[in-house]
């Protein structure tokens, strides 16, 4: 995951210690951590980290938000390249799927048990609802989709992907992270999916092949 250009032009220092607690918060969660085992690890001293933040739980908080930053920019850049709604649908949530692969049970655990950091992950996640509400919006008017309640689907969506973030999906279904956002990509786009036809034709499932209006009727007797 590549580090916001902005960061890494301002201070390639900082930006580059980012990059490594994310990566390193991401393998093995942070709860568990000091900042004197977090400078030993890291093989930087606690002042060079009090650069970032004023105290573990800061950091904490600014290394979840950078890692969601950077993922966003990520899923973004994927996305924007996609040519209509279903396809940006698509792009989504597996680059979403890809963006949280390297996370832990671990991080995830300790992402959810922090107030501070949950609320992070979760306003990212009612973001990506927001976003996908978007484009189903846009693929309806494209015709790509079918009439649907798009703020019903972009919350829904919102509350899964939250689910899976905190693991709750995973321990209910035994599904991995990446699995899970497969899955929910299947079922959005097989949900949304423009039907040929409106209605069933009610002669084309009749198996014998014959036409109802063809066959006399018996009169009771």
């Known amino acids: ?11 390639p220092r900082r930006a580059d210690l980012l990059d490594r607690l994310r990566d390193l918060f991401l393998a093995e969660g942070f709860a568990h ?18 650069t970032l933040a004023g105290s573990k739980d800061q950091l904490a908080v600014r290394v979840v938000a950078h890692y969601f930053k950077n993922a966003t920019e990520d899923i973004e850049r994927r996305t924007s390249v996609a040519e209509d709604a279903r396809e940006k649908v698509r792009a989504y949530l597996d680059s979403a799927a890809e963006a949280l ?50 703020g019903f689907v972009g919350e829904m969506v919102g509350r899964t992907i939250a689910g899976i973030q905190r693991g709750e999906i995973g321990e209910r279904t035994g599904l991995s992270d990446a699995a ?35 066959v006399d009727t018996v009169e009771e007797k």
């Open 33 to 50: 951590f000091t900042l004197d085992d977090l400078a030993a690890r890291l093989r930087c001293s606690k002042s060079t980290l009090y």
């Open 1 to 11: 995951m590549s580090t916001s250009r902005a960061e890494r032009t301002l201070n």
């Open 101 to 150: 692969r390297p996370a832990s049970r671990e991080f995830i655990n300790d992402m959810a048990a922090n107030l501070a950091t949950r609320a992070t992950y979760e306003a990212n996640a009612h973001a990506a609802g927001d976003r996908l509400r978007g484009f189903i919006t846009e693929g309806v008017r494209q015709g790509v989709f079918r009439e649907v309640h798009a």
């Open 180 to 214: 899970a956002f497969a899955a929910l990509s299947q079922f959005l786009l097989g949900g949304l999916a423009q039907d040929e036809k409106s209605e069933a034709d009610p002669f084309e499932a009749d198996p014998s092949g014959v036409d109802p209006s063809d």
